[in-house]
């Protein structure tokens, strides 16, 4: 079933074959550029604004909306068609306001520290489930402009990729958000980062690396047992040459498994390698997985060693803890599967 994002504008033109072409620009126009509803869309006759409302439903049911950082960020949790359910974050900073959205629902890359990943996978997202959720944000937005989107909820972007890269054309040419303003993390889909890196929009790329060698990634990370370390870092390297896009590692900082100096010095040297930039991430605790975050002296430590090494460094804005703003977490408390802890080593 189509709902309300899901027509690129030839279907819409099929759709309103029997109005002058014109309604057609004012649809598109009202739906992208103005971020309005149907029934807003007072430029339309009522008899067709009904029609649209009824031939194309919104994609999103809201279960539950938390808020929270002084209402600062807001976190949904939205029903889909067949029951699946997804989240989407919106995050205002003081330079812009990001809108964080899934492209899954579940996921089927067994991260067992993500609470997606223990969740399992149920299907994909359509175009029009990934690009409302930017337009609910931006509705719920008010006043601020949502300038920047991130396809780092739940689910792997690049094996939902055809979607995903159509969602991302809608957003660049029709809501206007610049592709600088877009970013696409992996877990570490080579084919996907190879056909990324032949698209025509220079999107930037974040890669959840966690460990910097394939013993203990293809334990944290187990497509790496399919992708390992060194044809990940070919494909990235070939990702910035054809785009000239700064590249991003996130790294969960996990107790006693990835916050050694050992791990950051074999980090800083892929980093240095590929000119990356680095984002550590305080691990958000999940009911399924066993271990803590790294503390926060340990996340200063490790933050100090990179920067010394000659890497980009920071330490990612942990927001909405209180209200498991975390990827997954939001369903993860009946949803979670128990895993077993990562070797300490």
Known sequence: MNTQYDPDRAALGDLLAAEPRYRIDQLWDGL?????????????PAALRARLAEELPPALTEVTR???????TTKWLWELAGGARVETVLMHYEDRSTVCVSTQAGCAMACGFCATGQAGFERQLSV???VEQVMAARRAAGG???SNVVFMGMGEPLANFDAVWAAVH???DDVGIGARHLTLSTVGI??????????????NLAVSLHAADDALRDELVPINRRYPLAELTDACEAYVEATHRRLSFEWAMIEGVNDRFADADRLAGLARRLRAHVNLIPLNSTPG??????SRNRVHAFHDRLSAAGVNVTVRDTRGSDID????????????????????R
């Open 190 to 203: 080579v084919p996907g980062i190879r056909r990324l890196a032949g698209e025509d929009l220079p999107v």
């Open 32 to 44: 992208y550029r103005q971020g309005k509803e149907f029934a807003e869309l007072t430029t339309l």
């Open 144 to 146: 601020r402009r949502v």
């Open 128 to 130: 029009g489930e990934i």
């Open 289 to 294: 997985y066993p271990v803590r975050g790294s």
């Open 66 to 72: 938390s808020v929270t950082d002084e209402g600062d």
């Open 170 to 172: 809608r957003l660049h």
């Open 325 to 344: 703003a975390a990827c997954g977490q939001l369903r993860a408390g009946h949803e979670a599967r128990p895993v077993p802890a990562p070797r300490r």
